[in-house]
């Protein structure tokens, strides 16, 4: 038997409205992943018997480099959206869902910085 008003229960809980930008950040940006992910397929279609060189100048083009970091960003914003979810909904102990989050946000600021970096590195080569 549970002696505990509603009110104590939901204590602690986070309010109900501030899931929304999350959901509204995480559809965006699945929206946006599509036409995006269907380029990066049909260039990388067009480029599988390329050579390297030919494919640094392709990377190196500003419109490609371009799209490319919008791409990262997009795709480990969205991943790290979506982990957190999984974290929230089936870590159950409080300190390790904590250093699940931190080690999941760490983890995609450092891979993206990393990717962004070799695109720009790429791009302003001479």
């Known amino acids: 038997m549970k002696f505990r008003t509603p009110l ?3 204590r602690g809980l986070g309010s109900a409205k501030e899931g929304t930008g999350h959901w509204w950040a995480q559809r965006l940006t699945a929206i946006a992943l599509v036409p995006l992910m269907l380029w990066f397929a049909w260039s990388i ?3 599988t018997s390329a050579d390297y060189a030919t494919v640094h100048a392709w990377i190196a ?3 490609n480099a371009g799209v490319l970091l919008i791409l990262i960003y997009a795709a480990f914003y969205h991943s790290m959206l979506g982990l957190q979810v999984i974290i929230e909904d089936y870590v159950h102990v409080r300190w390790m869902e904590l250093m699940l989050m931190i080690l999941v946000r760490f983890a995609s600021i450092i891979l993206g910085v990393a990717a962004a970096l070799a695109v ?3 791009a302003t080569e001479s």
Do not use: D
């Open 45 to 47: 279609i067009g480029l």
């Open 8 to 10: 104590s229960h939901a």
């Open 120 to 122: 720009v590195l790429i």
């Open 61 to 63: 083009q500003p419109t």
